[in-house]
């Protein structure tokens, strides 16, 4: 077996025939010696001003061991199996289900929020009536937030496991097979709510249980002597809220960074949590043409994707980065709470929209706010909660965003109009210095020009800039076990995903469900 890069130009054809002829030469040997070539990786090269199309493959020739593909464990029937509660129908909810249905547990999931279907009808009611429902919006509901934020991919970190255990799955469900080797592999958000659909249906199909619009109200360790945790809910129907309680001995939770009624029921009750640093800033908007030129120096041509970019710098020591980069995508609001104004992006699977936005942020860590001491493990969570009431409050308590072009941003000047914007509900000119907490403001106004260097014509004030960006990761962390993944005094209860601060994105949150329903 040889492993090797394969090149491709943008006129050249990548059908299967032309890649066994490259893969041929680069091997030196005729193409019937070539038994199976396996794709790795697929990435674009626009360095130097030559865009070219690059593959990374395995070549196996004849006289070489046999290409093992890579195999999914079947889900076992769990009818007659140990019930296992999860909190949650994110990555790290569903994830952490299938993996129970692999061991013949039974999995019983409990959200909030609706199904991926009707969850779209309360998305579109708060981007039209503005009426913000606290379980079920684009953070809450099956799904979990990535559900409705492009569905990249995309991970850096190989730490928690081998991605292909999610990607393969992904596909399985009916995602496209070009996840299994795009190097920023994503799904797009018209086409994940039928894979999370089929998710589910394979869970119930094998015994498991899924409620919806069920939140937890309350979690009771089991009583001395006995192994069995309560986790008490509010179950909402259509004539009103019905109190019920689930029992199981182990309780997964993976409720996602924006439950913060969970974080408080920790504080109430006194179990241990941690203050935990996380990212706030702005979302960037610029003309998805814009960034093709840059990218591709001019050469873009339809063939390709809409060009992604991805920035870091150091301005006063702290981290200024890009989050979450939608091309083609728009802006939504990702308020969980009625008073509060905060934006996220998203891209369809055709990325075909004429903006592209990502979260241009800065780390806050839990030195930075002082102010808010008194909440302990909760104060840089009150911290974020402040900002984000304070926008509210700002705009005269409307979820439209406060917005800058970028030149007028570094210059602290009031923008006389603005360009269009993807956010529909719409955008007015302010000064983001007075909205933004002054050490984020003004490292964020030292980075653009710096990031200029780096991608010339970044600068420009054909950017929109609009606040806030600031549920890039949760701002408390649930401490756990580092072996048995257990709350470290909590016998049996399991924190896990980017709710216990333990993961970020899609694949590192259903990743982390995994690990964590093995340990169970």
Not at 66 to 94: H, M, N, T, W
Not at 209 to 220: A, G, K, M, S
Not at 342 to 355: D, I, T, V
Not at 465 to 480: C, G, M
Request: charged letters at 25%.
């Amino acid at each position: 077996m040889k492993e090797t890069d394969i090149s491709f130009s943008v006129s050249e054809k990548r059908d299967n025939a032309s890649l066994a002829e490259k893969c041929a030469r680069a091997c030196g040997v005729t193409r019937d010696r070539i038994v199976h070539i396996q794709p790795l990786r697929r990435s674009i090269d626009a360095r130097g001003g030559k865009i070219s199309i690059k593959y990374r493959v395995q070549i196996f020739l004849k006289g070489d061991r046999p290409y093992q593909p890579f195999r999914v464990e079947p889900y076992l029937d769990c009818s007659k199996g140990e019930k296992v509660i999860i909190v949650g129908a994110g990555p790290a909810g569903l994830f952490a289900a299938l993996t129970l249905l692999q061991r013949g547990k039974c999995p019983v999931i409990l959200e909030r929020g609706k199904d991926v279907h009707a969850r779209k009808r309360d998305t579109a009611r708060l981007m039209l009536e503005q009426i913000v429902d606290p379980d079920s919006n684009y953070c809450f509901g099956e799904g979990g937030a990535g559900c409705f934020s492009d569905g990249k991919l995309f991970t850096r970190s190989t730490k928690k496991g081998d991605i292909r255990e999610v990607l393969y799955q992904l596909v399985a469900f009916g995602a496209d097979p070009s996840i299994l080797i795009d190097a920023h592999p994503h799904i797009g958000s018209n086409r994940l709510p039928q894979i999370i659909e089929k998710i589910r249906e394979c869970i119930i199909s094998h015994g498991g249980q899924v409620h919806f619009n069920t939140r937890v109200t309350d979690l009771v360790p089991p009583e001395s002597g006995k192994d069995m945790w309560k986790v008490r809910c509010a179950v909402r129907k259509d004539d009103g809220i019905e109190e019920k309680e689930f029992v199981s001995r182990c309780v997964i939770l993976a409720t996602g960074h924006s439950a913060k009624d969970i974080y408080n029921l920790f504080y109430e009750k006194g179990w241990d949590l941690q203050a935990k640093g996380f990212a706030l800033g702005v979302r960037a908007e610029h003309p998805q043409s814009l960034i093709n030129d840059i990218q591709y120096h001019g050469k873009y041509q339809k063939s390709l994707p809409a060009a992604e970019y991805s920035l870091v710098g150091q301005v006063e020591g702290r981290g200024v980065f890009s989050f979450c980069m939608c091309p083609g995508g728009i802006l939504l609001p990702s308020s969980t709470s009625p008073g509060e104004v905060l934006l996220n992006g998203m891209s369809n699977s055709e990325r075909n929209s004429p903006w592209a936005n990502a979260g241009i942020v800065t780390s806050i860590e839990p030195e930075d706010v002082t102010e808010f001491g008194e909440w302990g493990p909760l104060k840089v969570l009150k911290f974020q909660e402040s900002v984000e009431q304070g926008i509210f409050a700002h705009n005269g308590g409307c979820l439209k965003a406060p917005a800058q072009r970028m030149d007028d941003f570094c210059r602290d000047k009031l923008s006389a109009d603005l360009p269009a914007t993807s956010y529909k509900i719409g955008a007015y000119s302010a000064l983001l210095s007075e909205v933004l907490p002054q050490d984020v403001y003004k490292r964020l106004r030292r980075a653009f020009p710096l990031f200029d260097k780096k991608m010339r014509g970044y600068y420009t004030s054909q950017s929109l800039l609009l606040a806030t960006e600031s549920r890039t990761s949760s701002p408390v962390r649930i401490p756990r076990d580092s072996e048995t993944l257990q709350h470290v005094t909590l016998r049996n209860l399991y924190p896990c995903g980017e709710g216990a601060g333990y993961s970020g994105g899609i694949v590192s949150s259903a990743l982390d469900g995994i690990n964590v329903a093995r340990k169970v």
